[in-house]
């Protein structure tokens, strides 16, 4: 007489479902800290832009005998890559000298 051997190689259906569960509890969890942490990048990300820019203005100013620039000029004359936020907000200088954004929302 043969002895049939029974061996488990596999997961059986439970515990595949208690393994998508967890992974869905843990997916849960971390998207909307992953979405909340993406606006704050924007936002520090176009500060740091805004910066990056009213710098340049200064830097134009003492090697052009205090000129103001426009923006149009600071990119052609290549003291910047883009005046525009990297969420795609436009840059424009107000009355008083400063680099803001053009729509008029806080960085």
């Known amino acids: 007489m043969k002895h049939i051997k029974l061996t488990q190689d ?8 208690i393994v998508l569960m967890i992974i869905s509890i843990l997916l849960l969890i971390a ?33 052009n005998n205090g000129e103001t620039p426009d923006l149009a000029t600071l990119k052609g004359e290549g003291y910047v890559d883009s005046v525009e936020c990297p969420d795609g907000g436009e840059l ?12 008029g929302e806080a960085p």
């Open 31 to 63: 998207v909307p800290n992953m979405i909340k942490s993406h606006d704050i990048v924007e936002t520090k990300s176009c500060k740091a832009t805004i910066q990056l820019v009213q710098s340049q203005i200064a830097t134009y100013k003492v090697e």
């Open 10 to 17: 596999g997961f059986t259906l439970i515990e595949m479902m």
């Open 92 to 103: 424009s200088i107000n009355s008083e000298g400063k680099v803001v954004r053009a729509d």
